[in-house]
């Protein structure tokens, strides 16, 4: 055969990727030039995508342990214990640019790859939620990528059984070139149950599960994940893989009993750099060798070459350890799901990743030194030009105040970015599985733990444009706000995985904002006692040199003794009293008002303080769990009068479906109809510098606020839990409209029908 | 008839997901036996109810269930429903149960041409079968739907046919109980969205009555009726034949 003797050289390698120093490396590890095929591996493994060569120094500093953590970073997912034996397996990864190429594909595979992670451990995936950033819906081809990366999770995940309970999508010009799909996924597994991606073992065979290797997504982590968009992204289209749930789902079926029957060592999945990270990655974590026989994988296509069998990302594919005594055994159980099984090498004791093609020596790579040394880069970071120190001064003409404070509301609840997302979640399956206690739509979602009185809650967040005016400020508040959607619903927040898309590491300024990111997250995730038990970087975010939103978003996981005290958004009865617990400032700067009223962003966001947001957080989990609160509900995007609509806007909805007629009669004790709001700001307007602007007491953002409604008689006991914490008596919960005043004098008051109708108007910007 | 729990087969096609949830919600009933039986075999176990789930049965990368009625099983259950059985298929299954000929009538892509998961307003539009028994004359069942090809339609003079022999058991309403825009989630013919056979031991539907089982969990209970009309039924004819 040629390829032996088909060495590479210099040229190859930069084709590939790769740089003249990461070359010259590779030569002094192999101490020769190295085969074509070795080249191949060398420039996947040490891709930003598969090595993190940029982000590994930084990443250190993140909290990553704590009672509760059975798995943190460095496996395929991270694994946190929630009681009576039950654990979950979290994880989130990004797959943007697949999808900014092929929207419908690049996000089924998403879904599928984030999936087999969890699986891969041996938990059983029981939620997914995805994180989605596009550029502004007036452009068509934002709507096409909106359209076919909803349908693409909703048919990936859907036909799985796996329900997708919310998520959350955001609009910004800076997503236009490359949006973002971030699946996130968790699984429940008994903490006995882990099985972790460690080859062991000499002699035990190394054998391939699933679906057949082709040339889709040849190169997709090296081509794709690490380089920046420009004119050639319709080229890239090969490099994205093509899904097939069904042969996922009876992979999970296949694997799951494999695991829980013990059948095999060790499972790994393929994803980005398919075979060559999977068996580099098992045979370096175990200290062992691996022969692999490229010639013994089953191919959908016969000619393809050693080189390009290795790097398929071909999807639904599992690497698994297995004994010669279980080989029967696994046998049969791939046999009864219909999928291939094929052994295709060995366990040996070289601690070389050796590729074989019909009997002859392809690769042979030391794999500890494939995976320990590659290179880390630390670029110089630069503070960017466009930050500014201090609030934006809103007296200065460049805010007038709006005459109508109401139209001012309909216009932010009809916004894209906080409008609702039932057109997407709608077309999700969030109820498969019988676990699901609340659906999309409200802060938190909500599962059971079947057999038991836990709970499980699930929250992802992130302000991609709090964190691009100031990403240590932006990234400490998504943590905390992902913690407070968690703690409204009841759940105590227990651990983050993340997934941080940023544009290109290579620049300074990126890379300011990158490390900014990271400090922000640690310090939140130790404050709010969250560790970083998994995740994902996502560089060269940028299209035509022009990088997204700094956006780490913040997958939390909270959990709950008794799941029975959960709670919602929805106002629930005429007369119950409704509370703003935490400081009432609300800033102008970055906040949606200002993108929508004023068409700009700028400014800076203000700091969370972290002890009171703690504090703050502890109080309203201690009054749900008391049973003192009828909803509860974080202000974000729109401020405290955009979280009053959602909640009077809530009111009216039973499970998701808002009834047709609002005046029939309710099936469900206070519900059925919408219920209202009469508030009185105080004198909160007196903040921000902008004393008098009664605006931004109601449309300006910050941090630490929750909206509670409590029954009249339970008012005294909450104020007594309460105690020192900031909050004020606002108002009671009403009729049919949300009327505002600000000391007496009347604001606004809107239907509510009204503020529906704003709030539910997004298909109509999408026909 | 031998008495002792009332034994529901639930069977798994290997893209079926909604066979855990119907084994689970018929578990949630006291008395009750379930069982799955698997795709590739052909022993009902001696089943007196068979139950075929939701899911994607073979990928339904062709129609939906066109593939699953040609399964070693489910020629067992055409003869099972042949001999009177009871057997209900949801979703996925009243695909399955359609394209296998034992309901009439077909489903087609919903008219939004987009899967839609969505709490509906069901109404009982007969009492007369042994899947709705429990339930009231015009009571309304909330329950989830979850599909991507659950528009029902059917020749006029079959559905003349059906109306007139009561084949219609279930519709999509408003909260009201009335027909009216915005109620029907898939653009369904007449706003059917659950028929039975001529003999009446057949009945598909599309909404998930397995995901409302449970008042404390988002799908409420309201599909609890359905379960009971078919445990009520397997006792009432074992109670005859005692």
Redesign the interface.
């Known amino acids: 055969m040629t390829y032996v003797n088909r060495t590479a050289d210099l040229a190859a390698a930069i084709k590939l990727g790769l740089t003249e120093d990461e070359y010259e490396h590779i030569k002094r590890i192999q101490e020769r030039e190295p085969t074509y095929v070795e080249l191949a591996i060398y420039s996947l493994m040490w891709s930003e995508h598969c090595s993190y060569k940029h982000s590994r120094p930084i990443l250190g500093r993140f909290p990553t342990s704590g009672p509760r953590i059975l798995q943190g970073p460095g496996e395929n997912a991270g694994i946190i214990d929630v009681g009576d034996g039950w654990a979950v397996a979290m994880k989130v990864e990004s797959h943007n640019h697949p999808s900014a190429v092929e929207p419908f594909q690049g996000a089924a595979t998403g879904v599928g790859g984030i999936v087999r992670d969890i699986f891969t451990m041996g938990a059983r995936p029981c939620v997914s939620m995805d994180s989605l950033r596009f550029g502004e819906l007036t452009e068509p081809r934002q709507r096409f990528l909106l359209d076919g990366v909803v349908g693409g999770i909703a048919h990936y995940g859907n036909c799985l059984g796996i329900p997708t309970i919310g998520g959350e999508i955001y609009f910004e010009p800076s997503y236009e070139g490359n949006c973002l799909v971030n699946a996130m996924s968790a699984g429940l597994i008994r903490t006995d149950g882990i099985v972790r991606a460690i080859a062991s073992g000499v002699g035990n065979h190394v054998v391939l599960i699933g679906s057949k290797t082709g040339r889709d997504g040849i190169g997709g982590a090296s081509v794709l994940a690490s380089q920046e968009f420009d004119e050639t992204l319709e080229e890239k289209r090969p490099s994205v893989q093509v899904g097939d749930p069904f042969t996922e789902k009876k992979l999970i079926e296949a694997c799951l009993e494999l695991i829980h029957r013990k059948l095999v060592v060790s499972m790994q999945d393929l994803g980005a750099a398919g075979l060559t990270s999977s068996s580099s990655e098992m045979s370096s974590k175990g200290f062992v060798g691996l022969d692999i026989h490229a010639d013994r994988v089953p191919l959908r296509e016969a000619d393809m070459e050693p080189w390009e069998i290795m790097i398929s990302e071909s999807q639904e594919r599992m690497l698994a350890i297995v004994t010669e005594e279980q080989l029967a055994d696994v046998r049969e159980v791939c046999e009864r799901w219909d999928l291939d099984c094929t052994v295709i090498g060995e366990v040996t004791d070289s601690k070389m990743l050796r590729i074989h093609w019909h009997g002859e020596r392809v690769a042979d790579i030391p794999a500890r030194r494939l995976a320990d040394e590659s290179p880390v880069i630390r670029t110089p970071s630069v503070k960017p030009g466009y930050l500014v120190d201090d609030p934006v001064t809103v007296d200065d003409g460049s805010y007038p105040r709006p005459q109508d404070l109401g139209a001012a509301l309909t216009q932010l609840l009809a916004a894209p970015n906080i409008a609702s997302k039932r057109w997407a979640w709608e077309q999700y399956d969030y109820i498969v599985q019988a676990n699901t206690v609340q659906i999309p739509g409200s802060d938190a979602a909500v599962l059971r733990i079947k057999d038991t009185q836990r709970g499980i809650a699930f929250s992802n967040d992130c302000n991609g444009r709090h964190c691009y005016l100031d990403p240590y400020r932006g990234s400490k508040a998504a943590v905390a706000e992902a913690a407070r959607n968690l703690s409204c619903a009841g759940a105590l927040p227990v651990a983050v995985t993340d997934c941080l898309n940023f544009g290109n590491p290579e620049k300074g300024e990126i890379y300011w904002q990158f490390e900014q990111a990271v400090e922000g997250i640690a310090e939140a995730c130790e404050a709010l006692d969250t560790p970083v038990v998994s995740g994902n970087v996502s560089f060269y975010n940028e299209s035509f040199g022009q990088a997204i939103y700094p956006t780490p978003m913040i997958g939390m996981l909270g959990i709950y003794d008794d799941v029975s005290i959960h709670l919602d958004d929805a106002f629930k009865a005429e007369g119950d009293v409704i509370v703003v617990l935490g400081p009432e400032a609300g800033w102008m700067d970055g906040s949606e008002y200002q993108k929508i009223a004023y068409g700009t962003v700028a400014g800076r966001v203000p700091d969370v303080d972290l002890q009171l947001e703690a504090e703050l957080q502890a109080k309203v989990r201690a009054a749900v769990a008391a049973r003192l609160l009828k909803s509860a509900h974080d202000c974000a995007e729109g401020g405290l009068a955009v979280a009053l609509a959602e909640c009077a806007i809530a009111s009216g909805s039973d499970g998701g479906a808002v009834y047709a007629d609002p005046d029939s009669p309710a099936r469900v004790a206070g519900r059925g109809r919408w219920l209202g709001a009469d508030v009185d700001l105080g004198a909160t307007a007196a903040v921000a510098g902008a004393a008098g602007r009664p605006d931004l007491a109601l449309f300006g953002e910050a941090p630490s606020r929750i909206v509670v409604s409590v029954a009249p008689e339970k008012l005294a006991a909450l104020e007594e839990l309460l105690g020192g914490l900031p909050h004020r008596v606002a108002g009671r919960v009403t009729g049919a409209d949300l009327r505002c005043t600000m000391e007496g004098e009347e604001l606004f008051t809107v239907p509510v029908s009204e503020l529906h109708s704003a709030y539910e108007s997004l298909p109509q910007r999408l026909a | 008839m031998s008495s002792g729990p009332v034994r529901f087969g639930v069977v798994v096609f290997?893209?079926s997901?909604?066979d855990?949830?119907s084994h689970?919600?018929i578990s949630t009933f006291p008395g009750t036996d379930v069982r799955y039986l698997w795709h590739?075999d052909t022993d009902l176990q001696g089943v007196q109810a068979v139950i075929l789930p939701g899911?994607?049965s073979?990928?339904?990368?062709l129609r939906c269930g066109a593939i699953a009625r040609f399964s070693p099983i489910m020629q067992s259950v055409i003869d099972f429903a042949d001999d009177g059985g009871l057997v209900m298929g949801i979703c996925n299954g009243f695909q399955t149960l359609v394209e296998a000929g034992l309901l009439p009538g077909g489903l087609i892509r919903n008219t939004g041409l987009?899967?839609?998961?969505?709490?509906?307003n069901l109404r009982v539009e007969t009492t007369e079968t042994p899947f709705t028994g429990a339930c009231e004359q015009g009571e309304?069942l909330?329950i989830?739907v979850?599909h991507?090809e659950g528009n029902y339609t059917v020749d006029p003079d079959t559905l003349a046919r059906m109306k007139a022999g009561d084949q219609i058991v279930l519709r999509y309403v408003?909260?009201?109980g009335e027909r009216?825009?915005?109620?029907n989630p898939n653009g369904a013919l007449d706003d059917i969205a659950g028929v039975c056979n001529e003999a009446r031991n057949v009945f598909g539907m599309m909404p998930?009555p397995?995901?409302s089982?449970?008042a404390?969990?988002?799908?409420?209970a309201d599909g609890r009726k359905l379960f009971q009309s078919i445990i009520d039924t397997v006792l009432r004819a074992a109670e005859v034949t005692a």
């Open positions: 290997p893209g997901n909604c855990a949830d689970h919600a590739k899911g994607f073979y990928g339904d990368y987009k899967f839609v998961c969505r709490y509906v309304l909330r989830v979850k991507n408003n909260a009201a009216a825009d915005g109620a998930h397995e995901n089982v449970e404390d969990l988002a799908g409420g």
